[in-house]
């Protein structure tokens, strides 16, 4: 940035100094007396315990849908990134199914999306039923302003980030064939 020139100075007239204003972070520095983790490191811990579970769950189900899953998992983030949440939550609306009582990949990783965001973000957001698990979507749509869709996309990506860690090191890995290559 360019210093002010003289001439704007005599226009102006006299300068204050600059007011300082002392801001204190206690939500992030706060320590736990029992543990001395902060308050950060426990929305993490958090955030990996959960998805954990949901890695576990997609663990107990068919190999091809722990492929599939993995392969989603893996790719989420950038999804949110590139297309948005409104429009990779859609995605995955319009992807998931459930045939014979078994729930595909799509469809399991927005209920666990939808079940973190519930718990851990909005009431308002209605949680996973058998057969429903769009309400995140749906809270997307009809209810968040703008500066709530930014912080709903900021912590999908962070759980996102658990769930690609966790699916990546617990989930069968989708073979390779010639001419791919598996990162």
């Known amino acids: 940035m360019k210093p002010l020139d003289a001439e704007l100075y005599e226009h102006v007239g006299e300068i204050s100094p600059p007011r300082i204003v002392e801001r204190t972070y206690t939500v992030i520095e706060q320590r736990d007396e029992r543990d001395g983790t902060t308050r950060r490191q426990y929305i993490e811990q958090q955030r990996a315990k959960q998805a954990w579970a949901d890695i576990m769950e997609i663990q107990a189900l068919a190999e091809k849908e722990q492929k599939e899953y993995r392969s989603i998992a893996r790719s989420l983030n950038s999804m949110i990134q590139i297309n948005g949440l409104g429009q990779t939550l859609g995605f995955l609306k319009a992807k998931g199914k459930i ?20 718990d851990h973000f909005n009431a308002a957001i209605v949680d996973v039923h058998a057969e429903k698990n769009d309400g995140l979507l749906r809270w997307i749509t009809d209810v968040a302003n703008n500066n709530d869709y930014r912080r709903a996309t900021t912590e999908c990506i962070a759980y996102g980030t658990w769930l690609r860690r966790f699916a990546e090191g617990e989930l069968k890995a989708p073979d390779i064939e010639e001419g791919e290559d598996n990162e």
């Open 99 to 118: 045939t014979k009582g078994v729930k595909n990949s799509h469809f399991s990783l927005l209920g666990h999306l939808t079940h973190w965001m519930h």
